[in-house]
């Protein structure tokens, strides 16, 4: 799966810079906003850096949070992390957590680069891409917020700098 969506990204960035699309409309839909949104987020249960295993649910606690999908080989992944990772105590002093989603690496890589660039968040292993597609992720860096009440409150290709608005504001339908 994981070099389908390297294949799927790549073929996107390609169409999107050189303008070799056939129909405008599949290009758009990578910047429309997300179906979930305003939606119960999909609950699930993946196994972290550590070996344990959480749900969302239990990880979030009741708390809003920021689910991030990336992955270590992608440059804007890392460009957005280290964004976000700026951000950790700020982020953890507003009493949002964030979950970092990476997509079918193995183990060894995402450990190694958390400890490279000191990634202060929890890592969720999505081994198989199986939560991706819950998400209907079409390329990465994607960020999901959801609030306290499990509600997607937004969808996001980059970090925003007025990130905590998209918690209080209504759902988008």
Request: glycine share 6%; aromatic share 14%; charged share 25%.
């Amino acid at each position: 799966m994981i070099n389908t969506v390297k294949k799927i990204f790549c073929l996107l960035l390609f169409s999107l810079f050189f303008g070799f699309t056939s129909a405008p409309a599949q290009a758009q839909s990578f910047f429309e906003e997300n179906q979930m949104t305003g939606q119960q987020s999909p609950d699930f249960t993946l196994k972290m850096l550590k070996q344990e295993t959480s749900s969302l649910k239990d990880f979030r606690q009741g708390k809003p949070v920021i689910v991030f999908f990336w992955a270590t080989w992608c440059p804007h992944c890392r460009e957005q992390l280290k964004l976000l990772s700026e951000q950790a105590k700020a982020i953890e002093k507003k009493g949002i957590k964030v979950a970092l989603v990476d997509l079918e690496e193995p183990a060894e890589t995402v450990e190694a680069y958390k400890q490279r660039y000191n990634v202060p968040f929890a890592i969720f292993l999505d081994d198989e891409g199986k939560v991706a597609e819950q998400y209907s992720i079409i390329g990465v860096p994607t960020f999901f917020f959801i609030d306290q009440a499990g509600i997607i409150q937004g969808m996001e290709h980059a970090f925003p700098e007025d990130y905590e608005k998209i918690f209080v504001g209504p759902a988008k339908s």
